[in-house]
C-alpha cells in the first residue's frame, strides 16, 4: 500500500489549508481501514488530527476543535483534510497514513512521506 499527499506548500494566515492523499495498492474501503491524517510541528511530537472510517464515519481531535474536516473520494481512492483559519502554529510537516483496526489496537504500517506545509503572509 502506497500513499501519496498534494497540496500547497505555503498558507497564508486565516486561510484553510486543503491537502490531498492518494491511496494504491488498497482501497480506503477495506474493511477496519482508518484513514488518517498526523502531522508534526517543527521540534515537537506527532499529532493525530483526525480520521475517515472505512464505513466513511469522521473522526477528530478535539484539540482541534470545528477547524477540521476530513473527507473522501471512493471512486478515486482518495482522502482529503481541510484545516480552516490556520496559523503559524500549524505548520508542520503533514502526513496521511492508513491505520488498521485489530482486536486491541489500531496499527499504522502505512505511511506517505509527508509534505511540509508553512503558514505564512
Known amino acids: 500500500v502506497q500513499l501519496q499527499e498534494s497540496g500547497p506548500g505555503l498558507v497564508k494566515p486565516s486561510q484553510t489549508l486543503s491537502l490531498t492523499c492518494t491511496v494504491s495498492g488498497a482501497a480506503i474501503t477495506t474493511n477496519y481501514y482508518y484513514s488518517t491524517w498526523i502531522r508534526q510541528p517543527p521540534g515537537k511530537g506527532l499529532e493525530w488530527m483526525g480520521a475517515?472510517?472505512?464505513?466513511?464515519?469522521?473522526y477528530y481531535s478535539p484539540s482541534l476543535g470545528s477547524r477540521t474536516s476530513i473527507s473522501r473520494d471512493t471512486s478515486k481512492n482518495q482522502f482529503t483534510l481541510q484545516l480552516s483559519s490556520v496559523t503559524p502554529e500549524d505548520t508542520a510537516v503533514y502526513y496521511c497514513?492508513?491505520?488498521?483496526?485489530?482486536?486491541?489496537?489500531?496499527?499504522?504500517?502505512?505511511w506517505g512521506q509527508g509534505t511540509q506545509v508553512t503558514v505564512s503572509s
Open positions: 475517515i472510517g472505512y464505513s466513511g464515519t469522521t
Open positions: 497514513a492508513i491505520g488498521v483496526r485489530t482486536e486491541v489496537t489500531t496499527v499504522y504500517d502505512y
